[in-house]
């Protein structure tokens, strides 16, 4: 407790926080032993809790009594609940289906409207589920994963999660009566993957007792389970080994056809072995095993990884292809391209409308729509005209009567659109659904930058800020990156950080880093696995490079990421910590010698490297946050947040991080520990909102620190 920032704002404490905080006291003189090690592995562990609640309890003190949490935390939850928003859509059979949650209704109302409602201002709603209601009923935090409703438009599968985590309960819920079906499907919680298989028959992936889960936790075995019996009686259908990360499931019934399904095994995060169900039929396909691949009504489609030759034609990896599911199996089968890109260029999504498929792409972060129609023997292609936006998401979910899809459009600093637009026969788009604007962004704008990485590599990176700024290097400034898993920082409307850094005189910065999937597969491969620390080198770049170009310094710089950003998070302030005003890393991975043996981990090896194999462990160890933490270091002050329900990174690594620095004498760490939510940390908007206010605040507050304060620290 001798930090100076700590003592610094200590007189803005109430009582009760002071009191909160008093509650760390006896836990200060806790070593980082492997007593106190082992004891924080345990998610809900008595030792771990008190630890946990008592840092918890710390960092909210000290972050609720700087300046403007508190109405941070009221606008966050005023924009978020508002019935103003989109309310998103997913359209089946004669309704369209959404989920709401708000201010006074925390876990959320599933319910149904038609389109014809739906366009109005003001929709009337049919309520099928109150899950606020439910969590009384019942004495749980249930909050509504998912929903699948049956091919024949009568009953739905509800996947109800405890708290936001990833294991979910499995219940049949019929639409017209809105209750639970007594003898209909259910499975205990579980991470399960489920989908019809007609009206009467699913696929079922899930945990079936000892022997049935892969080594990262996932489920192993295939059931089919047919109305009327128990699941215990569901015959198994494929069976995958230890090795492997999990099962895939993939069905489709038509109205006029036998149901079909792409099954099988994944072997690792990025690669898949098939097989087509047909009737009782189970076929392998033989398809590139490191390909996204997914059936779409009656084909199914690719999106490479890497080059393949389908003996006719050798296609480039970034290409997407579809083959008839009729000669799937068969020799004389035949691949057709939907799609083959350029450098800097990427599918964002493939959908198949009544005529063809219309295909959404990026091209050098700038979105296309294109309508690819079936002739009988190829496909021709038109090119869609969008309307100005930083980026594009399309959804087709009436496929088989005509050729709209759902059209999202949206750019940093401007609220998405939303509605129908007719692929094959676009006119000028007249959106049913307009976001309303959650902060003003007058005299704001968006610039692209390029900083020039370790290795020469130029990489671009998104500003927004004043089109006014000063090139003095004082603005606060917030730099956000994930570059992992090939996922991309799109460049989304910021609703989180405009209302909460933005709308605060502060700079926000999203980095385009390797490792991410803005620029096609290439852009990935560069920093995956043993080539991870490029993806480092690349957000350190371009923290050098706002501050060359003076629209920050290192005093001012803060930066955040989650998951996989949190582990980026974590390496470059252990590897530059001069360069960071503060840090915010989120649900992180931290121990990259040990990740394998928490959670979901294994399944990561592809991602990360094998800490098992010596060469693999020698690259991960000179990365890996926690190991590489030094005692006489300057690290920016730093605030963890874990969830201890995350089911996917195990809070343990946001934990030990904090517990090691505080061991080594780094006062400046601090651990906020969420205890519900799961690892995406969304299941009310009062969580979201929370979160939201205190890294923030807690980002602005040391950036516009005292600075002679602090060095007396």
Same mark, same amino acid.
């Given at each position: ?522 852009? &990935? @491969?560069?920093?995956? *696995?043993?080539?991870?620390?490029? #993806?480092?080198?690349?957000?350190? !770049?371009?923290? =050098?490079? $706002? ?124 651990? &906020? @520990?969420?205890?519900? *939510?799961?690892?995406?940390?969304? #299941?009310?908007?009062?969580?979201? !909102?929370?979160? =939201?206010? $205190? ?19």
């Amino acid at each position: 407790m001798h930090c100076a920032v700590l003592s610094y704002h200590l007189a803005m404490l109430t009582r009760r926080q002071l009191a909160l905080l008093a509650l760390a006291q006896p836990f200060a003189a806790w070593s980082q032993g492997a007593d106190l090690v082992a004891a924080l592995e345990k998610a809900d562990g008595p030792e771990a809790l008190a630890w946990v609640d008592a840092h918890t309890a710390e960092a909210r003190a000290l972050i609720e009594a700087l300046p403007d949490y508190a109405q941070r935390y009221k606008d966050t939850l005023a924009a978020v609940s508002s019935r103003d928003n989109i309310q998103f859509v997913r359209a089946r059979r004669d309704h369209l289906y959404n989920v709401y949650s708000g201010a006074s209704q925390p876990h959320g109302i599933w319910r149904r409207t038609t389109l014809d409602e739906y366009r109005k201002d003001r929709p009337s709603w049919q309520v099928l589920l109150d899950l606020d209601k439910l969590a009384r009923d019942e004495m749980r935090a249930w909050s509504l994963a998912e929903y699948h409703v049956s091919p024949n438009g009568e009953r739905a599968l509800v996947f109800l999660s405890p708290g936001g985590a990833d294991n979910v309960e499995l219940r049949e819920f019929d639409l017209a009566s809105r209750q639970f079906v007594s003898a209909g499907f259910r499975a205990p919680l579980a991470k399960m993957w489920v989908d019809w298989h007609g009206n009467d028959e699913l696929l079922i992936a899930s945990d079936f007792g000892p022997g049935t889960l892969t080594r990262s936790g996932y489920p192993m075995t295939i059931r089919r389970w047919k109305r009327g019996t128990a699941l215990v009686e569901a015959a198994e259908l494929l069976r995958g080994e230890p090795a492997d990360m999990s099962m895939l499931i993939d069905s489709e019934s038509p109205d006029d056809a036998p149901p079909v399904a792409l099954v099988g095994r994944r072997v690792s995060f990025f690669q898949f072995k098939h097989q087509l169900l047909q009737g009782d039929a189970l076929t392998p396909v033989e398809l590139p095993i490191d390909a996204d691949t997914w059936l779409v009504r009656d084909w199914i489609a690719l999106r490479l990884r890497s080059d393949f030759d389908d003996g006719r034609t050798r296609h480039p990896a970034g290409s997407v292809l579809v083959t008839p599911v009729a000669t799937a199996t068969q020799s004389e089968r035949r691949f057709h391209a939907l799609l083959s890109t350029a450098p800097r260029q990427r599918l964002l999504r493939c959908e198949r409308v009544r005529d063809g498929f219309a295909i959404a792409w990026s091209d050098n972060l700038q979105p296309r729509l294109s309508f690819q129609r079936w002739t009988g023997e190829g496909f021709e292609r038109s090119e869609v005209k969008l309307p100005d936006s930083g980026v594009v998401t399309i959804r087709a979910d009436q496929s088989a009567k005509n050729n709209q899809v759902w059209l999202t459009t949206q750019s940093p600093l401007v609220p998405q659109t939303f509605g129908l637009l007719d692929a094959a026969a676009p006119q000028p788009w007249a959106p049913i659904k307009r976001q309303p604007a959650l902060f003003d962004a007058t005299g704001l704008r968006a610039e692209r930058f390029e900083a020039r990485s370790a290795d020469g590599t130029l990489i671009p990176y998104t500003v927004l800020a004043p089109a006014s700024l000063a090139p003095d290097g004082n603005a606060p400034t917030l730099l956000y990156g994930y570059g992992g898993f090939g996922l991309a920082v799109e460049l989304e409307y910021q609703r989180m950080a405009g209302l909460d850094w933005l709308r605060y005189g502060g700079v926000y910065v999203m980095a385009h880093i390797r490792g991410g999937g803005e620029f096609g597969n290439e852009w &990935y @491969e560069a920093a995956k *696995g043993l080539r991870r620390q490029a #993806a480092f080198d690349d957000f350190i !770049a371009i923290a =050098e490079d $706002l501050a060359a170009r003076r629209i920050t310094r290192a005093a001012r710089l803060g930066i955040y990421g989650a998951s996989n950003g949190g582990a980026l998070v974590s390496a470059v302030l252990v590897q530059r910590p001069e360069l960071f005003g503060a840090a915010v890393a989120r649900v992180p991975l931290t121990d990259m010698l040990d990740f394998t043996r928490f959670s979901a981990g294994p399944s990561w090896i592809e991602e990360y490297g094998d800490p098992a194999v010596a060469a693999d462990r020698a690259v991960l160890a000179k990365w890996s946050p926690y190991q590489n933490l030094r005692a006489g270091v300057a690290y920016p002050p730093t605030l963890f947040i874990g969830n201890r329900n995350d089911d996917r990174v195990h809070p343990a690594h946001a934990r030990r991080m904090v517990a090691r620095m505080r061991a080594l004498g780094h006062t400046q760490s601090w651990l &906020y @520990e969420e205890s519900s *939510g799961g690892h995406l940390g969304r #299941a009310t908007p009062q969580l979201l !909102a929370t979160r =939201e206010a $205190l890294l923030h605040t807690f980002l602005m507050g040391m950036l516009r620190r005292d600075a002679k304060v602090l060095a007396a620290g």
